[in-house]
T-cell receptor, first 108, second 114 residues
Framework: ELKVEQNPLFLSMQEGKNYTIYCNYS?????LYWYRQDPGKSLESLFV?????AVKQEGRLMASLDTKARLSTLHITAAVHDLSATYFC????????FGAGTRLTVKP | DTAVSQTPKYLVTQMGNDKSIKCEQN?????MYWYKQDSKKFLKIMFS???????INETVPNRFSPKSPDKAHLNLHINSLELGDSAVYFC?????????????FGPGTRLLVL
């Protein structure tokens, strides 16, 4: 059974700092997704990673995928307050499984 | 114009009732989805559907049934509602017939079963 673990679950960081959110999954996965959710709001799709070594960047966020290590990372560069949200990863093989989410707070 | 819309936004109902949530997308996408987010914010995919294939998460009770009158709509019908069905339900859509593409989400329907 596919299991997805994110860490950390809670992250408080200063503006301007860098940090990485990790997403481990337990079995072979066809693809890896990252989503953002603001409090009380819907989900926003950030990245879809389709192959080993895939790297995608949008603004201050960069996602990568290492299928051999069964690991995806979401790197935050020079964080700003607007990035405060909960970030979810999800992996897909026959099933789709989500991580528990990382609640990110960026403080001035 | 809203790309993916859901109605109603809020739904409060009694146990045992049958209810439907409607979803419409105006993006011309081929695939639509239903997700459930519980009170602890855990997310689960319930269904994905295109004009050729319905994929059901096997953990979803058969009280839940997706109904697609056409490519732009995927409604969620729930029979015999239970307390544990209380959650936020999100509809989404994506281009193409696989899950390789970016998904666009509706605003969510907050269901409370009393």
């Amino acid at each position: 059974e596919l299991k997805v673990e994110q860490n950390p679950l809670f992250l408080s960081m200063q503006e301007g700092k860098n940090y990485t959110i990790y997403c481990n999954y337990s079995t072979t996965s066809d693809r890896l997704y990252w989503y953002r959710q603001d409090p009380g709001k819907s989900l926003e799709s950030l990245f879809v990673l389709l192959s080993n070594g895939a790297v995608k960047q949008e603004g201050r966020l960069m996602a990568s995928l290492d299928t051999k290590a069964r690991l995806s990372t979401l790197h935050i560069t020079a964080a700003v307050h607007d990035l405060s949200a909960t970030y979810f990863c999800a992996a897909l093989n026959n099933d789709m499984r989500f991580g528990a989410g990382t609640r990110l707070t960026v403080k001035p | 114009d809203t790309a993916v819309s859901q109605t109603p936004k809020y739904l409060v109902t009694q146990m045992g009732n049958d209810k439907s949530i409607k979803c419409e997308q105006n993006l011309g996408h081929d695939t639509m989805y239903w997700y459930k987010q519980d009170s602890k914010k855990f997310l689960k995919i319930m269904f994905s559907y295109n004009n050729k294939e319905l994929i059901i998460n096997e953990t979803v009770p058969n009280r839940f049934s997706p109904k697609s009158p056409d490519k732009a709509h995927l409604n969620l019908h729930i029979n015999s509602l239970e307390l544990g069905d209380s959650a936020v339900y999100f509809c989404a859509s994506s281009q193409g017939e696989t899950s390789r593409e970016t998904q666009y989400f509706g605003p969510g329907t907050r269901l409370l079963v009393l």
